[in-house]
């Protein structure tokens, strides 16, 4: 034996099968009828809610699971029921329906020429809200464009949020970002970005920095399925990890990227949830559209946080009702029926249901309530634009175009800004 | 000839190369049922089958990563990045592998990608869809860089750069997409239709990279410009009734220096506009080129008008665009001198 | 109830613990003693081999064992022997020792100054050499720095190799790169790259165009554990797994990145292996440094691919009993003894042993295979330098630096070339 | 005052600020235990604790991603990229968001971040151990730039960038670190020891960022310079006896406009030198001010001396590498005109 190579094998069997690139099917397509057949139907109230100080390894069965607390009767059962008391449920309620009039009010201004630019969140609102309710109020928040509910249950101005769609002269912002990009300091609100993904490590960088201070306060990140392949997804999983990081890591699959099903983000057999395995961190995943289920699913996380037993991936399991921005025609990638035949219904009318269930509202006062708050939005939108509408202006000068991209302006910009004679 | 828009041209350039060559695939965010959020893939997922053009997982990165896999393989995979402002998360592969590739293998292995990306602003996209990023690859040996300002550039540029052996980094003014901008968005927008350039053939024809055009010929003051700004400065000669040459340079690298000198030589005066930041933009690269060719002819300071060295702002787009203006300004400072 | 934010909660009892940073201790620091505590004992054989078609699920397991063939006594038990004839056994004990034999005089040769750099494998040699028998010889690989024996077991002749290390004018790669950063076309040895992890995609997007080919090879990739903290890592995983791409993805746990150990590279309380579970792939966990379940994992796991099964994740658990690299230093950060009291031992005395139990070597035939391989690596290196070194040269002319940047010389490198005088 | 190296001097900056500022944490890849693999942190983890100086995962945009969050709370982030050549991955996070931070957010947040990596050739590293890669985050508006020369400048500019409220990319020449080097290779080493700017205080002390130096006057042409180059071009003026003023500009954005202006004036005649690459490097930027500001004055073309724009090829180093020589020789051609 003098060589180092393996004896020739056989050549591959001529019959052996040819290999075959696998293309996720884009189905159902628009005029087909909805196909939820990959979403199995969780019965509520089924997964145990451990204790907040359990190995992460105990919690890597939800991920092939679903928390739920609202049962198809609008009752609340299982472990996960965080038993909230009824006036807690109805303010809730009211910021679900007060962020779904808000979005509702914007997307119109933006068909009306008065913003160039907005994004709902329809159907997704018991995330924002129930998680900003769950959550102390300044735990720092790091969310994407689609967490306006937080904002609003933070009890945040309607006014200023207007105004910064309107990119008005009291738009907080200046003018400079495109509407919903956010930034809140005072509501421990981190800035919007455009990019994707960015803020994920943002988050685990931040609750690091709270852990080396001694700090008491969490912080919390939001990430669409969609823009879980990006690298920022892993280098916050990874760090957070490593550093055991105090920081409650949501995935939002609202089952749709633009025109890209979650299939294309590769949720095909197998969860976003489960993304988390591999690194060691705790993992839950729930019902996005159950008030109740993410409220007590963000108190587990956040406690299990604080306690020092570190981060936890919860994936926030929904439907993106509306389209994906006002640039976006969804009737060309899917049926238009979708959001309605969605199997976990909407989070608004599911906790209303629960609230009348329980004697504590009425359809009467759930009418009553979306009129006033469409009249509040109304009111409130009339006000911001006597500061100004992006069609109209006015807007912020054009020298401010020149501060804030340094602490002090270096001469190049000061010079810029004389070239264009301010 | 049928008259396209740079967004039907640019999806006849596609259609005809998946026709042509089998090697060829297609994909990036949204390119394939949807067909791309500024249409440019429309059809072509129906017309070709899902295998050769498809969407992606959204992770730039990711795409250049298989890409350069593709590439070795000996496909000819061409990549959609949704817009320029997210090409970040791809650099690594772009330079580290792509542009590094064929080098470092000793001419083993090579990159034969082309990533298109929607540039500049105009639309109102705010800071993260509206920049022009060139600078950061014309930098990058082992990168070919390609800007547009028309439809038959657009399908003509995007066939040699698909048929290149070498990364082609594609980019589109996405404010042309749908008609040619003169940067006076107070005026109605015009469609292609009316435009010469607008002229494309059906089929298959190259417009061979690394060649200038002149668009307008002048004696007094020349102007280098590509992509949106092409049309910003043929308005800007316009309105100030400037006698100016105005070359259109399409490709940035490799760049036609010999157009440049010629015209600069005859000129003696040049202008330089770039919607991009100026610090470091391309412009600085002609400048330091144009004093090093044709010092002894310059009888003015080249001038460079450019977006400000700032992100580019959501309201006040206007006021960063270098429009007609400036770029008009510019002309008579590199007159006056 | 006007209000749409959640009421006052009590403020964070003071007396609740603090949050605190954890950052992975260093340990045993130099001069400690060796612990392997972290290292459960797997015993060999103990793990089932299913059938190459099974769901990617039912790996998941996996994850969290020891796949193992060759047990203490040197018997090759259980599942996953892959029963290799003798003859080949020996092949591939003796690539693993040319392959030691080559890494000892290169790094030699480095002290000596007749190279710049080098990197050895030393007790990592099962890997390259193991994968390569199990693999087919045109299956595309795109390894990293440390899998040379994979190009040694695919007979790549040393003097070739040995070119690159000195840049001489025999260099393939005409001095351009560091030394072991081969490419080898002809022996489907991808280009290596000095970026770490950027290989793990292109393996992908080679095997997602095998599969559009319609054709028959596989790829199969190689990383670092500490290199899958990097994008590529995530972007690999997240392709094979949306595509189904016939590629085997092997992690290389050997404990170090540099002076940083694998829980910094997020190790603790995990395994890499189970990196794979959440994108829904297939995962083994072998025992690297045992030749016949790297080469029975590698051969299960090749077969899945060429039968349209998809993409494998592979962690090869084994140790890096050499310096990082010729400029690395471990004495500064980790015991010396720690090579030796690795649990899984030594790959080639392990082999070596298996085969003296089956009669078909001896202890004799072992020393003097050694030195016989000493002899011909010396001799190679001799014929190489006459070559030249990079010491000495001669090296290829200046003049070829700007070719190969572009298929065609631009005129702004034709011009660079004339102002260089050429 | 003790003669440091400039890996000593760096190190010292890092314990004053450590000492100075709880909020500075400092981390990397093997910049913990052991110190990094140049050992500019040797022993700050044993002296500070592993809170405050640490080992991250291989991931330099996770890096740059935990010390945007990190200096959102109200950390001052010191990173550490182990190559320049390996910041790739960590463009996105550290354009997108650490560069445009303080601007989106109307100056609600800010990222103090400071980002170190060795860089330039000179050590045999080949191309992904050698590059120099300033000229893409110079374009970045939002970021500043700094290459110090010599352990006085490394030591009190690092404090500054440590303690600058904005995102500052801080690039050590790595052929530095234990001694000035003049391009020739073929002499024998020389240690910091000998040199003026080797004597650093021990304590505390800062370098303004944005002022150049001069660090040779001259007459007959003024040589712009940062980094490595500084010493290349002082041996150039030497062995070709020209009266060269040189100017070490330190910080490259902001950049020290009026110094660069006043010395041109002075002289008429300009050479720049880098080792980066040449098309779109920092030169081409500062070829392009140096013409609007002093067109009148200058005598002959600004000449760029530069690395080739090719990778930074393993056994040429030396040929790639504008030594001694080239620089001369751009001096001789900017005094001929
Ligand atoms: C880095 C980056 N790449 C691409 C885009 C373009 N883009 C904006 S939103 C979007 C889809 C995001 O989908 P998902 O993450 O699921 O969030 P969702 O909109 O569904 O809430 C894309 C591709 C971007 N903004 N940033
Ligand atoms: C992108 C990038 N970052 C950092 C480095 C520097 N570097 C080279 S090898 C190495 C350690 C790699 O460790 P691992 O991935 O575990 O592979 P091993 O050397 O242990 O086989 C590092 C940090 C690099 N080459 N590329
Ligand atoms: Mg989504
Ligand atoms: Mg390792």
Chains 1, 3 share one sequence.
């Not at chain 1, 100004?388 to 501060?403: L, R, V």
């Not at chain 2, 792509?98 to 034969?112: C, H, I, K, T």
Request: contains cysteine; proline residues 7%.
């Amino acid at each position: 034996m003098d060589t180092v190579t393996a004896p020739e094998q056989p050549a591959p069997d001529a019959a052996a099968p040819r290999l075959k690139l696998h293309i996720p099917p884009h189905h159902p397509a628009p005029g087909e009828a909805p196909d939820f057949s990959y979403v199995p139907r969780f019965p509520a109230g089924a997964v145990e809610r451990p204790d907040i100080g359990v190995p992460a390894r105990a919690t890597h069965p939800f991920a092939y699971q679903l928390i739920r607390v609202l049962d198809d009767d609008g009752e609340a059962v299982g472990d996960w029921n965080p038993h909230i008391d009824p006036e807690t449920l109805r303010r809730g309620l009211r910021a679900m329906m007060l962020t779904r009039a808000y979005d509702d009010r914007m997307f119109r201004q933006q068909r009306q020429g008065k913003i160039t630019f907005y994004m709902k969140c329809t159907g997704e609102e018991a995330i924002g809200v129930g998680q900003a309710f769950a959550l102390a109020p300044d735990d720092m928040a790091f969310p994407y464009y689609r967490q306006q509910g937080l904002l609003i249950a933070r009890g945040w101005p309607l006014l200023d949020m207007m105004c910064q769609c309107y990119s008005n002269a009291c738009d907080r912002l200046k003018g400079r970002q495109l509407p919903v990009l956010y930034s809140v300091r005072e509501a421990s609100f981190f800035s919007l970005a455009g990019n994707l993904g960015c803020q994920f490590p943002h988050a685990v960088g931040w609750a690091m920095a709270s852990a080396y201070k001694g700090d008491r306060r969490i912080a919390v990140s939001w990430i669409g399925e969609g823009s879980t392949a990006e690298p920022d997804f892993h280098h916050a999983l990874t760090f957070a990890a490593v550093y055991r990081a105090p920081v409650v890591l949501n995935v939002v699959n609202n089952q749709w990227a633009i025109s890209s099903h979650q299939e294309i983000a590769g949720g095909d057999g197998t969860t976003f949830a489960s993304r988390a395995i591999g690194y060691g961190l705790a993992c839950l995943r729930v019902d996005g559209n159950d008030f109740l289920a993410v409220y007590g699913a963000t108190q587990w996380a956040a406690a299990r946080a604080r306690a020092n037993h570190g981060a936890t991936m919860i994936e926030l399991f929904t439907y993106r009702a509306a389209p994906h921005s006002t640039s976006d025609d969804p009737s060309r990638y899917r049926p238009a029926e979708e959001a309605q035949s969605w199997p976990y219904g909407d989070p608004i009318e599911r906790l209303s249901r629960h609230l009348i269930r329980l004697g504590e509202w009425s359809p009467e006062r759930q009418t009553q309530l979306a009129s006033e708050l469409a009249d509040e939005v109304r009111e409130t939108a009339r006000e911001a634009e006597r500061y100004g509408t992006m069609e109209t202006g006015p807007h912020f000068s054009a020298k401010t175009m020149f501060e804030d991209v340094f602490k002090e302006m270096p001469w190049h910009l000061r010079r810029q800004r004389q070239e264009m004679g301010m | 000839m049928p008259a396209m828009t740079m967004v039907q041209a640019l999806n006849s350039a596609l259609e005809v190369m998946l026709a042509r060559d089998p090697g060829v695939v297609i994909f990036g965010e949204d390119v394939g049922f949807y067909g791309g959020v500024f249409r440019v893939t429309e059809g072509l997922q129906q017309k070709h089958g899902q295998e050769r053009v498809f969407d992606t997982p959204i992770a730039e990165g990711g795409m250049l990563g298989v890409a350069v896999g593709m590439g070795a393989y000996g496909l000819r995979p061409v990549v959609e990045i949704q817009f320029a402002d997210y090409i970040y998360p791809a650099t690594d592969q772009l330079i580290s592998a792509a542009a590094r590739l064929r080098y470092r293998s000793g001419g083993e292995f090579w990159a034969p990608i082309t990533v298109r990306a929607p540039c500049g602003g105009g639309i109102f996209g705010g800071q993260t869809h509206s920049q022009s990023v060139e600078a950061i690859f014309t930098h990058v040996c082992g990168l070919k860089t390609v800007i547009p300002s028309n439809p038959y550039d657009a399908k003509g540029l995007l066939i040699s750069a698909i048929e290149d052996d070498d990364p082609v980094v594609f980019f589109e003014p996405k404010r042309l997409y749908h008609g040619p901008f003169d940067g006076h968005p107070e005026r109605p927008a015009v469609p292609w239709s009316a435009h010469k350039q607008a002229e494309v053939p059906e089929g298959y024809f190259a417009v061979p990279l690394g060649r200038a055009a002149v668009v307008r010929e002048g004696a007094a003051v020349t102007v280098l410009v590509y992509g949106t700004m092409v049309h910003v400065a043929l308005a800007a000669a316009e309105e100030a009734g400037i006698d100016a040459e105005i070359v259109d340079l399409r490709t940035l690298l490799p760049l036609d220096i010999d157009t440049i000198v010629d015209s600069v030589k005859k000129t003696g005066r040049c202008v330089i506009a770039h919607e991009a930041t100026r610090t470091c933009g391309f412009g600085a690269e002609l400048a330091a080129l144009v004093q090093e060719h044709c010092f002894y002819h310059l009888e003015a300071p080249i001038v460079r008008v450019t977006g400000w060295d700032t992100p580019y702002p959501h309201a006040l787009e206007w006021d960063y665009f270098p429009g007609p203006a400036r770029v008009a300004d510019g002309l008579r400072r590199a007159l006056e001198g």
